[in-house]
């Protein structure tokens, strides 16, 4: 009994652990496997991760000598990899000793660069690129392919204006020219005036920035402020690939300026009309009992949201590639009324019909419709809040009363909501090349390409009798502007190894014409607002219409020579004709020379710096230009009038500019020192560049005396004028930690930019942009490009006895609690001679920070913006703290002087500013400093084993926050408000917050 127990219980026993052992059909035998991980030189690689493929959790890391060992299962595949080498796989066959080499990843040095005409690697480069990726660009959950570039590469300014559908303001290496300093944007090929917002940036593959001379010498009269080149996705040799993604957004507007309410209000009211000698208002004699009101900036502002859908298919063989996409963009904007819809398509095919011959074509339609109402942040936030948005009777209400206590500021959320203006805008860019293979190492290619726009404004003003001016009758504009550019390129591309030379040049020609023309008209006297075709209105108002055109003509040339992969030359010439030029300069000529030196390919500097992977010197000279100088400034301009004569009236055409046939480009001479670096086995890259760009030839105002019949009404130009900006761009990107799960990079960006005008052809300097009557930004010599002109502040006065003692502001005028300027002449009277340069709204620094850290199937950034040592003109505070009129104020201003000691910095409050309290002076200069978290986002990749049920490659989602916090002193709504450092009833920077997913099938 005993014995058969025994049986029966080893038995069970041995079922049992049937069970978990595994067999051929349920697991797989675990077997160890060994080995070491070396270099091509055959050092151990210490730390390399070696990684069971389809189990990422399953891995160990090569030690001190590169030996590693792991149990994992006959069958698997062994992912093994390290910083700054090619991953390599291994399939286990079954228990053994692996002998690894991996091999030095130069993908870093091997990436293509767009230089124009061409691309290069980026190894071989020996000017001043920089480059988006695609990868970077969906990064940032924003509209705009500017808004997406913002930051990414040193030297480069962008602002954004906020609005809905606008474009980006794009600056670099700083402002070269007081006229047209915005670069040559150049979209697959095809120069273009074509705005980025256009372009949905789900089809964008990368984004190139040429920045000194001995790039962008290959666009010779249109290179001067550098070249953005952007180049759209690409078919590949696969499958068709289908992509779908879609995102959704809601807005809002940040650091919203805290205005008075009714009762502060009030009792500001009382205090400005008292301190004026006149009569307040009776009802407000005890402000305190009066409610808060109307708060028009909250109810001109609004919960904006954004949706965002796009769809593209991929593929190819041997003989074609496709890349199909469209997409949908709807706007709400933040502003009242405001909003915007895109529909765009990208279509991009290539043929292989002969193995000589190759066809592509690149087209990109966009269509898109803004609107708004006729609104104003600055008329909201001088609004009264004593006043009503809408009457008891459920009209628009307006101000009633006497305008001493009431104002005259018409209603801004009506006229916000029942004027309309509509733009809708087509827009066509499509090229047509050829590519033909001569011999292997000579091609020929031929580009034609095609840029329309049509754009159709459309703006109805209805009758109304709001107070305090009614509009009498309705009235209608439109308008219709269309543009037509042909581009014809033609060149050819030697490209041929000789031993250990290699010789790459491209020689060619480019023509380019555009003709545009507008026509417009206004009609008055609607009698119905719901009826207000064209044809309805009864009384004509104004008519206008005009055509203008340009072309230029081009022979260009560029020779990339390299010796033993260590000495490499570049040189570019181009001799652009264009018709915008004075007949004494109808040709210009643009040469470039740059050269670098690979150091670390040296044989000694192995020996000497092991631990530095590549080293390049770089060093360029050029003469690029701006031929952005208006199309007939070479010639007199006439104005018809009609004078009497003898009792009869004449017709007469009169000269009112001076023609200047010598008129020609403006001339931008660059010189670049740079040094290129990667170290620790590629796992920090840094590139530092300094430049001397110098703008000559500069397009100034004549001085022309009055003797000769001219008036100063037009200007007649010459090139007369230089500028001169000097600056590092510095970047670095570093791969901190990289291991089977966890990855953390980090880029850098920092550019230092000086602007200094040197001369303007004349010692009387140029004033520009007025407000208040009176000119607030000056163009100088000795000084930066709008620099900021005005009256120097040095505190209040406190007492009567301070003010008799100071000199002279206004007679009669100046009392306790004012203002005191400083007397810098020195002549005991304040005036004109003691305006001086206040402020520079040019930045000293921009920099960027981003951090990308994937653990898994998580992946998280974070990028911050900022720059420093620029000064804003708060144009806004000019009325909001002015304390002079019937209009609203900014909470600052409760804390006014009213008597001696109370307050060293807000003046008194005072009716129409008999001492001049608001005139332009450094009172309304601010810092423009700022630290920003421009995005922050979570990502998350679906498990493979659910996406591959689901029958699809890859699923991402993600949630996003742009904008999401400001450091800032600027006490306006964002210190991003653009190159001249004005800020001026903008549209409102927004915070936006997103929901995002991507599929790939």
Known sequence: MKKLFLQKILFGLILLAGLFLPTGISAQQQITVSGSVFDTKGEPIIGANIVQQSNGGNGTESDMNGKFRIVTEKGTVLKIFSMGYKTKTVAITGPGTLKIILSEDSELLNQVVVIGYGTIKKKDLTGSIGSVNSGSIKESPVVNLGQAIQGKVSGVLVNDSGAPGSDVSIKIRGLGTINNSNPLVVIDGVPTDLSLSALDINTIARVDILKDASATAIYGSRGANGVVLVTTKQGSRSNAKISVSADWRIQNATNVPDMLDAS?????????????????????????????????????????????????????????????SGSMLDQKGIVLKTSYRRFSFQSNINLQLKPWLKLSNNLTLSIDNKKSGDWSISDAMFALPVQSIKDPDGKWSGPDGSSLWYGDIRNPVGTATINHNTTKGYNLLTNVSAEITLVKWLKFKSTFGYDAKFWFYNNFTPAYDWKPIAVSESSRYEGSNKSFTYLWDNYFTFDKDFGRHHVDVMAGTSAQNNKYDYFDATKNGYLFDNVSQFNNGSDIKSVDGDVSEWSILSFMARANYTYDDKYLFTTTIRRDGSSRF????????????????????ESWFKNEFPFINDMKIRVGYGVTGNQEIGNYTFASTYNTGVYVFNGTEVKALSSVTMANPDIHWEE????????????????????????????????????????????????????????????????????NISNGNFSWKTTVNATYNKNKILDLNSDTPLYQNQYNNSYITIQKVGAPINAFYGYVTDGIFQTKEEVERHALQVGGGTAAGDIKFKDLDNNGIINENDRTIIGNPNPDWIFS??????????????????????????????????????????????????????????????????????????????????????????????????????????????????NLATITGYSGFDPEVGVNGIDSNRYPLSRTFSFGININF
């Open 668 to 735: 931008v001479r660059q010189t670049n020192i740079g040094l290129d670096f990667s170290l620790l086995k590629n796992r920090i890259a840094f590139s530092v560049d300094a430049y001397n760009k110098k703008t000559c030839d500069m397009l100034v105002k004549a001085a022309i005396p009055i003797t000769s019949g001219y008036e100063d009404v037009t200007t007649t130009y010459v090139n007369a004028g230089k500028v001169r900006n000097r600056g590092i761009e510095m970047s670095v990107a570093s791969t």
């Open 849 to 962: 920070i981003g951090n990308t850290l994937i653990y898994k199937n998580f992946d998280f950034s974070i990028f911050l913006l900022g720059v420093t040592g620029n000064d804003i003109y708060n144009v806004n505070a000019i009325t909001s703290e002015g304390m002079s009129s019937a209009t609203n104020q900014t909470t600052a201003v409760i804390g006014r002087w009213k008597g001696k000691g109370t307050s060293n910095s807000m003046p008194r409050a005072v009716y129409a500013d008999p001492n001049q309290n608001c005139r332009a002076s450094d009172r309304f200069i601010e810092d423009g400093s700022y630290l920003r978290i421009k995005n922050i986002t979570l990502g998350y990749k679906l498990p493979e084993k659910l996406t591959a049920r689901l029958r699809m490659n890859t699923v991402r989602i993600n949630v996003s926050c742009e």
């Open 582 to 601: 004075g007949s004494g300069n109808k040709y210009g000529l643009f040469p470039s020379f740059s050269g670098a030196w690979r150091i670390s390919r």
């Open 264 to 324: 502060q209000y009030a009792a500001y009211s009382n205090d400005m009309l008292l301190n004026a000698g006149m009569t307040p208002n009776p009802n407000w004699s005890d402000p305190s009992s009066i409610e808060k009101g109307t708060d028009w900036l909250d109810a001109m502002l609004r919960t904006g949201s954004v949706q965002n859908y796009s769809l593209s298919v991929s593929g190819g063989d041997d003989k074609k590639t496709y890349y199909l």
